[in-house]
């Protein structure tokens, strides 16, 4: 009698599978779940100016689980050799930005209107402020834009030497 | 008194019914996937039930029948039958278990091929939310839980139907070669007579 065998050896070799893909299955949706309930803060991972507009557009990633958003945006601008336009400051502009979870956003950061155009050199630090629907708390996160330059890394170095000194 | 204690009665009736809703919307709400699971294995379970023990008492009876024994031809008549009645008209106990075997595992062919029909459209239900042809975040699992659940008592029809019509067509084999052996031997009892 080997067919018997045969079949029952087929038929336990699918049931260890399917028991696999039940077990993988309520594991994921449990893990997920878990992931979904977690907020992350937000990763801004390209700037670009943009000339027309007079304004930076961020890229900005949203890796946790909830949606995030950012409620209000300020920045310091700070001119470069070539620039003949002075610092200034801007604090507090009310927007609404949602950050959808896992998906990148594009906000767009207008800056002050009159103001000449962006030159080589020049630095834009932007900050951010979030919530997330778990708690009533602000956050931050703030990114450093160098007009020009394309890494990214130079301006927190140059800022953390500075502070050294 | 006894009106008093029907009431009492209905009243505890009424109070579980409604506890029990009431949980059973609690784990509904908490873990819908779980609730999914457990209605598509419960839910196929009930059709398959028919196709599961059909399948199982076809081969326990081929295999006792290879195995040398003599299993009950009414019991078996009456699987393939409306009733004893229809049984005794069709004249089935003049058939060999083997025939009526045979019988009854055709008989249960359309009950399979809808049990089939309904885990296939569940199947395939789970895999459009699967490739994201259809998406919603709430019912892509729920789907694919119910698929999970109806795959279990697929998978064991899908076994026994396998083991059932191996063990018949052994039984029909067997039957076939004591047939011819009986005519060859009532052949050349008529060949002794002739002679």
């Known amino acids: 009698m080997k067919r ?12 260890l599978v399917l028991g696999w893909g039940i077990g993988s299955f309520f594991t994921q949706t449990t893990v997920s779940k878990v992931i979904a309930s977690i907020p992350a803060s937000p990763i801004v991972l390209d700037a670009k100016y943009n000339k027309e507009k007079h304004s930076i557009t961020y890229s900005i990633l949203n890796p946790g689980g909830t949606p995030l958003t950012i409620v209000d945006e300020s920045f310091v601008f700070t ?11 801007v604090s507090h502009v009310p927007i609404h930005a949602v950050l959808p979870p896992g998906v990148v956003t594009k906000v767009e950061l207008k800056l002050k209107t009159g103001t000449e155009k962006l030159q080589i050199g020049d630095a834009v630090l932007a900050t951010f402020t979030y919530i997330h629907p ?13 007009m020009g330059i ?15 000194k | 008194m006894q009106r008093v204690l029907w009431w009492i009665a209905f009243g505890i009736f009424v109070a579980v019914i409604v506890l029990g809703i009431f949980l059973f919307s609690l784990i509904v709400a908490s873990h819908p996937e779980a609730t999914a699971f457990v209605i598509g294995f419960l839910g196929f379970w009930l059709f398959a039930n028919r ?3 059909g399948y199982g008492g076809i081969a326990n009876t081929a295999k006792a029948l290879l195995d040398g024994e003599i299993p009950n031809k009414e019991e078996i008549a009456q699987k393939v039958a409306k009733s004893p009645e229809a049984a005794k008209l069709q004249k089935l106990e003049e058939l060999s278990v083997a025939a009526l075997l045979s019988m009854w595992l055709s008989s249960l062919e359309p009950f399979k091929y809808a049990y089939y029909l309904g885990f296939f459209l569940t199947f395939l239900i789970s895999i459009l939310f699967e490739l994201n042809i259809i998406s919603s975040l709430v019912f892509g699992p729920v789907a694919e839980a119910v698929t999970f659940g109806a795959a279990i008592p ?3 029809v899908w076994g026994l139907e ?11 084999v067997k039957a076939v070669k004591e047939v011819e052996a009986e005519s060859s031997e009532a ?5 002794q007579q002739n002679q």
Not at chain 2, 162 to 172: N, R
Not at chain 2, 187 to 191: A, E, F, M, T
């Open chain 1, 4 to 15: 018997p065998a045969a079949i029952f050896i087929l038929t336990t070799v699918i049931a």
């Open chain 1, 79 to 89: 001119p470069g050799k070539n620039s003949k336009e002075k610092a200034y400051i």
């Open chain 1, 134 to 146: 778990l708690s009533t708390d602000l956050y931050t996160v703030a990114h450093p834009f160098k």
């Open chain 1, 150 to 164: 394309g890494g990214k890394n130079e301006a927190p170095q140059k800022t953390e030497s500075k502070g050294g």
């Open chain 2, 51 to 53: 196709l599961i023990f």
């Open chain 2, 154 to 156: 697929t998978l064991l």
């Open chain 2, 162 to 172: 396998l083991l059932a019509s191996y063990y018949v067509g052994q039984a029909l």
């Open chain 2, 187 to 191: 052949g050349s009892q008529n060949g």
